[in-house]
């Protein structure tokens, strides 16, 4: 046993040598070996978290654009300025439906002739708009040359509405006839543009769209639905006060004024002062 004894603490020195000489080495090279495949596992992970924070952040920078905050504010001072010229506009176009300029006292229409109904509350001046209805203008001013409706009378008056006159046979006591009378004869009807508005003259007829001879109308008030269904020829320049006072006159049931309103003279400045 004794002699065996170095043979035996040989050996087991060897083994024991070689053992733990080789182990460090594997140790060595499988550290860079796991550490390697770690950090190959994790670079694909980074890479697909990356691009979603650089494009969320490219996206906030992209709403917080200097140019898209330019554009927002210019469109936002352009509906701004826009505004007041939009309610300037719909200012303007009430105006003139309600008044329009035609309709201002002194006015100037197409032509400078005029005609003035002389009535015992004053006198209504008249100014026609001959190029929209010209046949209507010289029927009135012929009649009024003709002294055709000096006498009559405005035998139809409506609060709220118009003055009509014009008939001859308003001339008389007989007050069931008044409205139904004329020249003896009729004309065309000259249907235009011209809206009914107050201080409107426009000329009375029946059903009949043709049937229109001597009697006409002023509109105390607007009476748009009138407008192409009778024709306008002209309108009140001065005396609207006048028409006030005739169309709140007492009235019968066929709203005859009980004071006859007659138009005492009715001429043509031009021609007869």
């Known amino acids: ?45 980074i890479q697909e978290e990356v691009p979603p924070d650089v494009l969320k952040e490219e996206a906030a920078v992209g709403k917080e654009s200097p140019l898209e905050g330019k ?28 008044t329009p300029a035609t309709h201002e006292v002194g006015a100037k229409l197409e032509t400078e002739e005029s005609a003035v109904i002389e009535t015992q509350w004053g006198k209504i001046v008249l100014r026609f708009s001959e190029k929209d209805a010209p046949g209507h203008v010289a029927n009135f001013k012929k009649l009024a040359k003709e002294g055709f409706y000096d006498g009559t009378t405005f035998h139809r008056v409506i609060p709220g509405f118009m003055i009509q006159g014009g008939d001859p046979l308003s001339k008389d006591d007989n007050r069931m006839n008044d409205g139904t009378g004329g020249p003896g004869y009729t004309i065309k009807a000259e249907f235009n543009s011209r809206p009914h508005l107050r201080g409107t003259l426009s000329m009375a007829r029946s059903s009949d769209p043709n049937s229109a001879g001597s009697q006409f109308f002023i509109c105390v008030t607007p009476a748009r639905f009138l407008d192409g269904q009778y024709t306008v020829f002209g309108e009140v320049v001065e005396g609207m006060e006048v028409a006030d006072q005739i169309v709140n006159l007492p ?23």
């Open 251 to 273: 009235r019968d049931p066929r709203n005859n004024p009980l004071q006859p309103a007659v138009m005492k003279k009715v001429y043509l400045p031009t021609s007869t002062d």
């Open 71 to 98: 554009t927002a504010e210019v469109k936002d001072s352009a509906a701004k300025e826009k505004q007041p010229v939009i309610k300037e506009e719909k200012t303007q176009a009430n105006s003139k439906s309600e």
């Open 1 to 45: 046993m004794i002699k065996k004894a170095p043979y035996f603490l040989m050996a087991m020195l060897m083994f024991v040598f070689l053992g733990c000489g080789k182990a460090p080495e594997e140790a060595k090279e499988a550290v860079p070996e796991e550490t390697s495949a770690m950090v190959e596992e994790e670079q694909p992970v």
